[in-house]
C-alpha cells in the first residue's frame, strides 16, 4: 500500500518569506499531484508532474523520482496563499490508473 | 472552464434517512469520484466511476453505493445514514492519467 506523508503539518510564515512543503511516497508512481483547499473552499489542483519541475507564478513543484519526494515552494509568500496544501500520487502498480492517494494536507498560515 | 456542481453545499439529515447526494460535471470526463474528507484523516475515496454504469469500490465504501446512469452525473448514496457519516463530501472528475477537478463540497451533518 502506498503511504503518502507530507511534512509539516502546520507551517506559520510571514508575509514575504519563502516557504517549503515536502512530500514523500512509499512505492513507484506515474505522476504526483499538488493540490490547494481554501477555508470552507473547495479543491484546486496546482500542478501534476512525472519529473523534474514546473513553475506557475510563484509557486515551484519539483520531484525526485529516486528518492521518492517532491517539494512545493512558494516563493515572496502573501496571506492569501494560506490554504491546506496536499499532496497526492497516481501509482502504477497495476489496476485502475486514476486513483489517487492523498496525504494529510500541510496547513499553512501567511500573516501580514 | 471545467465545473464540477454538487447538489447541497449543506445537508442536515436524521439518522436512518436515505441521503442522495449528486455531482454533476460538464466536460464529458469519463472518470468521476467520491471522497469524504474528516480532519486528521485527509481525502479518502468512497467510490469511483471510470464509465456509465461502471463503478469500483474506492477505500471506505461501507454505508454508501452510487449510480451512474449518465456520462455527466454521478451519485453518491447513503442507504441508512449514521452519525459516523456526518463529513465534507467531496466530488470529481477527470478525463484518463489526468489531473482531477473538485466540485464544491457537501458537508453532511446526521443527527
Known amino acids: 500500500k502506498n503511504e503518502v506523508e507530507q511534512s509539516p503539518q502546520n507551517l506559520t510564515a510571514q508575509e514575504g518569506e519563502f516557504i517549503t512543503i515536502n512530500c514523500s511516497y512509499s512505492?513507484?508512481?506515474?505522476?504526483l499531484h499538488w493540490l490547494q483547499q481554501h477555508p470552507g473552499g473547495g479543491i484546486v489542483s496546482l500542478f501534476m508532474?512525472?519529473?523534474g519541475k514546473k513553475k506557475h507564478g510563484r509557486l515551484i513543484a519539483t520531484i525526485n523520482i529516486q528518492e521518492k519526494h517532491s517539494s512545493l515552494h512558494i516563493t515572496a509568500s502573501h496571506p492569501r496563499d494560506s490554504a491546506v496544501y496536499i499532496c497526492?500520487?497516481?501509482?502504477?502498480?497495476?489496476?485502475?490508473?486514476?486513483?489517487?492517494?492523498f496525504g494529510k494536507g500541510t496547513l499553512l498560515t501567511v500573516n501580514p | 472552464d471545467v465545473k464540477v456542481t454538487q447538489s447541497s453545499r449543506y445537508l442536515v439529515k436524521r439518522t436512518g434517512e436515505k441521503v442522495f447526494l449528486e455531482c454533476v460535471q460538464d466536460?464529458?470526463?469519463?472518470?468521476m469520484f467520491w471522497y469524504r474528507q474528516d480532519p486528521g484523516l485527509g481525502l479518502r475515496l468512497i467510490y469511483f466511476?471510470?464509465?456509465?454504469?461502471?463503478?469500483e469500490k474506492g477505500d471506505i465504501p461501507e454505508g454508501y453505493s452510487v449510480s451512474r446512469e449518465k456520462k455527466e452525473r454521478f451519485s453518491l448514496i447513503l442507504e441508512s445514514a449514521s452519525t459516523n457519516q456526518t463529513s465534507m463530501y467531496l466530488c470529481?472528475?477527470?478525463?484518463?492519467?489526468?489531473?482531477?477537478?473538485f466540485g464544491p463540497g457537501t458537508r453532511l451533518t446526521v443527527l
Open positions: 497526492a500520487v497516481t501509482t502504477n502498480s497495476g489496476g485502475s490508473n486514476y486513483k489517487l492517494t
Open positions: 512505492v513507484g508512481i506515474s505522476a
Open positions: 470529481a472528475s477527470s478525463p484518463p492519467w489526468y489531473t482531477q477537478y
Open positions: 466536460m464529458d470526463h469519463e472518470n
Open positions: 466511476s471510470y464509465d456509465v454504469k461502471m463503478k
Open positions: 508532474l512525472s519529473s
